[in-house]
């Protein structure tokens, strides 16, 4: 039996007038790692925007771990435990990578425990420790993605989104940003990802969304979608 | 010469700078975290400055207590034009996108709204009261006692906002709210209490200003647009949204007006003003102080 952590089910949402997102459902189950793919403009930044209150949706609903997650604002889903790594990392660049980290405690949930939390960003990225009094904005984008993850592990989330955290990476730091994932599903973090790295993101992936043109057109475990006909033709170039 | 190295000359425009920097400091905040350009701004100088007399006139409180009467009532109108006007328009992604455009004509109304109700209160004509204006001598100094609070107290409120936003947790939500509006909003920042908040100590700061402009000079319901204008000169100068920059932009105002006078002639003041003002906008159009960091 799996345990459903994160229930979407019929959500309609868009800008303005314009409907991306078409009856989308989906489930996260605790403690693994479920994936969406799909290619620009599928609607996955629309569908993390939505789950982390930054995007009012037209119709559908949310539920985590039972409660209505429509209904609250986005600093009380922080609070709650959801957290969002956003497309783009969107560190704030005048301020120093500590006060970055300081920031992602802001949560009335996560202020007690920040100290301990900084020192456990620290541990797992080391780098950071070192560039601690540096201003964020003079980061490598590599560090920056870095500080976004350390920022949103500081909120101690118990479900972390992230929206393509290997975007304009390296490969060297798209293998670390991997493996950082890795880790933290080691640690018993539930982590919905949206990537477009395909393979790796299915390699990792107990469960896996194919999303189309702002609809759910496949889903099944990492494997299963690792080896169908369509996304291999579409994603994998095979 | 010897007036330009005189202590005189300096002391008069560090008066004048601390009271630019505050007036701009209110300013800039609310552009800061709201992108509201507050054209009213100037107005609540006013609504401040009349309070003090007010207080002054009919119960014989003296500016430094009413101050804090007038940091009230332009904290009041601050909550009464977010929750009225503001929150819905702010929360509204599509009305949000347009709020910094239509925020203008907004604030000609409200700017107008409040002319009119104090002309129509006060009446028209100029008013004053006397209050420490005996001079005394310090250092080979001459000053007014109100002209020396006028320069603690504005220097007071401004470092001390300082001070506040490098130093505490709200502080920082403020700054990452005014750095990146979303990626505030992603970390957890309540952005609506926040928004209240410095909308609230922006006007509130403006009464300040008031307050201490009614002890030195006489006022009327048409006192505040000149102070708009200088409060955003001193903002764009410094760097909208850069709120220590503005504070030393407002000093360095200051400076620049009182010694400009002094080589030229009063009649140069606006001159000088527009002419720093257009200087900065050619050569350097975000701001003499501004870090260009971004990522
Ligand atoms: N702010 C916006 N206003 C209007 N349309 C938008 C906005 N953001 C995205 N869209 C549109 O919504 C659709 C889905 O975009 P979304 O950003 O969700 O895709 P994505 O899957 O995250 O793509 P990518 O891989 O490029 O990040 C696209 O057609 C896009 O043009
Ligand atoms: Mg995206």
């Known amino acids: 039996m799996t345990d459903t952590m994160l229930h979407v089910a019929g959500l309609n949402a868009g800008y303005g007038a314009v409907q991306v997102l078409h009856d989308i459902a989906f489930d996260v189950a605790r403690g693994g790692v479920t994936t ?19 995007l009012a949706p037209m119709s559908g609903t949310v539920t985590f771990d039972g409660a209505d997650l429509l209904r609250l604002a986005s ?16 560190v704030f660049p005048g301020m120093s990578v500590e006060q970055n980290l300081r920031l992602g405690a802001i949560a009335p949930a996560a202020r007690a425990g920040h100290d301990e939390a900084l020192q456990d960003v620290f541990r797992r990225f080391p780098k950071l420790k070192e560039r601690r009094a540096q201003l964020a904005g003079l980061l490598s984008g590599g560090e920056q993605q870095m500080l976004a993850l350390g920022r949103g592990l500081m909120a101690r989330p118990r479900l972390i989104l992230m929206d393509e955290p290997t975007l304009g990476l390296a490969p060297v730091m798209v293998k670390q940003v991997f493996a950082t994932i890795a880790e933290l599903r080691a640690a018993g973090f539930t982590i919905l990802l949206a990537e477009q790295n395909a393979t790796v993101a299915l390699e990792l992936a107990d469960r896996a969304y194919l999303l189309e043109n702002g609809r759910i057109v496949q889903a099944g475990t990492g494997p299963e979608l690792l080896g169908s006909d369509d996304v291999r033709r579409a994603y994998l170039g095979m | ?12 425009a560090l008066v004048s700078g601390s009271l630019y920097a505050l007036v701009a400091l209110g300013l800039n905040l609310v552009y800061g975290t709201l992108r509201l350009l507050n054209i009213a701004h100037g107005d609540l100088v006013m609504i401040g400055a009349y309070t003090a007399f007010g207080a002054f006139s009919l119960f014989h409180l003296p500016p430094v207590i009413s101050v804090f009467l007038a940091a009230a009532v332009c904290a009041g109108l601050g909550w009464a034009v977010y929750e009225g006007l503001f929150r819905r328009l702010l929360a509204n992604p599509t009305l949000a996108k347009r709020v910094e455009a239509n925020s203008l004509i907004l604030f000609y109304g409200i700017s107008v709204i409040l002319q009119n109700v104090v002309a129509m209160t006060f009446t028209a004509s100029s008013r004053g009261y006397q209050y420490l204006d005996t001079v005394i001598t310090w250092g080979g100094v001459s000053m007014t006692g109100n002209r020396l609070l006028t320069l ?8 001390g906002t300082l001070l506040f936003l490098r130093h505490t947790l709200f502080g920082w939500s403020l700054r990452a709210v005014i750095e990146r509006r979303e990626a505030a909003q992603v970390v957890g920042v309540n952005l609506n209490r926040v928004q209240l908040i410095t909308i609230c100590a922006g006007f509130a700061a403006a009464g300040v200003a008031g307050t201490l402009v009614s002890m030195t000079e006489q006022i009327t319901p048409f006192m505040g647009f000149p102070f708009t204008i200088v409060a955003f000169v001193v ?21 620049v007006e009182t010694y400009g006078i002094a080589l030229t002639s009063p009649g140069y003041r606006s001159i000088l003003i527009y002419g720093l003002f257009v ?8 701001g003499v102080f501004s870090k260009a960091v971004r990522s």
Request: charged residues 10%; aromatic residues 4%.
């Open chain 2, 152 to 159: 603690i107290v504005a220097s007071a409120v401004c470092f």
């Open chain 2, 1 to 12: 010469m010897d007036t330009l190295l005189s202590g005189q000359l300096l002391f008069a």
């Open chain 1, 75 to 90: 600093h009380d889903r922080v609070n709650g435990g959801v957290s969002l790594i956003p497309e783009g990392r969107m």
């Open chain 1, 36 to 54: 969406l793919i799909g290619a620009n403009g599928a609607g996955k930044t629309t569908i993390m925007k939505v789950l982390a209150g930054l």
């Open chain 2, 279 to 286: 200087a900065v906008l050619l050569i350097r159009p975000e």
């Open chain 2, 235 to 255: 903002i764009i100068v410094g760097g909208l949204g850069n709120i220590g920059a503005g504070v030393l932009a407002g000093f360095c105002l200051g400076l």
